[in-house]
């Protein structure tokens, strides 16, 4: 389609469509988020290839747009508007195994969900999102945290290279064996990666799924699968559930506790109802899992008899994300935060409890939102840490076990605004403890508002090479970045 609003489409080889500027901006671009959604993009460009990003960047330079490259769609904090070009990576899917080398090539664009399953299928796993609907390229580019951490380190610390376009529309492959300033930015992709570079393809390292042991699905189905035990527990019983959730942690290695506070989904008994939630993933065999010290404590009787629901389940390792997937709804004001704790106490948890209930008591809307807490082992985090290849990457507070995760979801301006309030005072109610001991706070560039408080992702030497890299990289500002000082 060509447009008498831009001279340079004859450079665009490749499927793009100009909206019309006075179109609902949230019709022309569905995201996860229809928060920083302004305004229609000036265009949307769908390549196919390498060489359809390059011409893309040079039309984006001769009419000064900043490009966004899009994945899953599912980062709530990216401005899009009239000088926005939205490059959508949608044709950029492929996955390419390579058993010899127990690596994957996955595509710029290619989606959780398909990865896992077709590692799955395989007989491979690496380490994912919990949501089949993220982007991989989009979750590791801020470290990506996922229910492997214990085992194998976050997504950043599993990427083998990157293919990648640069602003100057140079084709690169980076790698921890590149050197110089090619080294600097793979190491930065691998943990501070937004607005660098368009990634068209990602290397990661895989494991075969036989290494975890795990339990056949049920008598009839012989796929392997993952032990999960939840319990739901009504506001009056919880205390038990914070002591219950701190004496779980740091679990075995295997294992992830997921503690929080929500409301009850429609359908169910407790449909709108406030209810605290203490539930356990175990990435190895049932029987281990249950004899581990933590398992025995959320089978035990007396914590069972509080909770209004108590259930074992094992499920299928290719649907282990199936569970979450009405969170993946696009549209409404959604917006995520993340911080990396080292120590929480009772007190602080009841409190950050105390506000999550009155901002949701206040505000109907708010109701699909929730408080919640990852708890792992980050020992493997820190080990991996401690070589020369993990000290160059961009993935810090590594022995910090608690990753606090605020999902924000409204539908009225007010509410929003309400949330966000909500999550910066829990958030200072839960560092405290760290803050007594003399720990920086440190905000997960994955899940960040990517608004201020920059300075709390890294250390002083860190946030320098970035803006280092920044200027190196995107110093024309080409593409959008949340790190620019
Ligand atoms: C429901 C939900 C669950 C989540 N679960 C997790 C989780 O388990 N672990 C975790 O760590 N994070 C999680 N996140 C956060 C998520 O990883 C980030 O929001 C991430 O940026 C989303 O990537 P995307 O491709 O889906 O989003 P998009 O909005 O499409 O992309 C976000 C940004 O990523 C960059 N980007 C994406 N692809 C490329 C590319 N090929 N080249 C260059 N830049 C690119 C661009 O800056 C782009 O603007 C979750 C978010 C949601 C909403």
């Not at 590692?119 to 999102?129: H, I, K, P, R, W």
């Not at 076990?401 to 539908?411: A, D, L, R």
Request: aromatic share 8%.
């Amino acid at each position: 389609m060509a447009d008498s609003s831009f001279n340079n489409t004859n450079l665009l080889a490749c499927p793009f469509s100009i909206p019309d500027p006075k179109a609902s901006a949230t019709k022309v671009v569905s995201r996860w988020s229809d928060t920083h959604v302004e305004s229609p993009p000036a265009i949307i460009i769908t390549p196919n290839s390498e060489e359809d990003v390059v011409s893309a960047l040079k039309f984006a330079k001769l009419n000064k747009l900043t490009v966004i490259p899009a994945g899953g769609r599912h980062n709530p904090a990216i401005p899009i508007n009239s000088k926005s070009l939205y490059l959508d990576l949608i044709n950029l899917k492929s996955i390419q195994l390579d058993k010899q080398y127990s690596q994957v090539q996955i595509g710029g664009g290619a989606l959780t969900g398909d990865v896992i399953r077709y590692l799955a299928q395989e007989g491979y796993f690496t380490t994912m999102a919990n949501s089949n609907a993220v982007g991989v390229v989009g979750c590791l580019l801020g470290g990506g945290n996922s229910s492997q951490n214990g085992l194998i380190g976050w997504m950043a610390d599993n990427i083998m290279s990157f293919r990648v376009v640069t602003a100057a529309g140079d084709i690169v492959q980076v790698s921890s064996s590149s050197k110089g300033e090619e080294l600097a930015l793979f190491n930065a992709l691998c943990g501070a990666g937004h607005g660098l570079c368009v990634v068209i393809s990602a290397t990661i390292r895989i494991y075969p799924l036989s290494s975890l042991n795990l339990s056949p699905a049920s008598k009839d189905d012989p796929s392997p699968s993952i032990w999960s035990r939840t319990l739901i527990f009504p506001p009056t019983a919880i205390d038990s559930a914070i002591d219950a959730f701190l004496a779980a942690s740091p679990p075995p290695e295997p294992m992830n506790v997921i503690f929080g506070f929500s409301r009850g989904p429609p359908g169910t008994p407790f449909a709108g109802k406030p209810i605290v939630l203490l539930t356990s993933t175990y990435y190895g065999p049932a029987s281990e899992a249950e004899a581990s010290s933590v398992g025995a404590r959320l089978l035990h009787p007396s914590l069972v008899e509080k909770a209004v629901k108590a259930d074992t389940v094992q499920i299928p390792f290719a649907n282990a994300n199936n569970a979450y997937e009405p969170l993946n709804d696009h549209g409404g004001f959604k917006s995520m935060s993340s911080n990396r704790i080292a120590r929480l106490s009772p007190r602080a948890l009841k409190d950050a409890y105390g506000k999550y209930l009155a901002v949701t008591d206040k505000y109907p809307d708010a109701v699909r939102s929730a408080l919640m807490f990852h708890s792992f082992n980050p020992s493997k985090l820190a080990e991996l840490g401690a070589t020369p290849e993990g000290e160059g990457r961009f993935v810090e507070a590594r022995d910090r076990g608690f990753c606090t995760i605020g999902v924000m979801w409204s539908s009225e301006p007010a509410t929003r605004d309400a949330l966000a309030v909500l999550y910066d005072e829990a958030v200072t109610i839960l560092q405290k403890d760290d803050e007594e001991a003399g720990l920086p706070r440190r905000v997960f560039p994955g899940i960040m508002k990517f608004l201020p408080g920059r300075r709390d992702l890294f250390s002083g030497e860190k946030l320098a090479e970035l803006d280092r890299l920044q200027e190196k990289w995107n110093g024309d500002g080409l593409f959008w970045s949340p790190y620019k000082a």
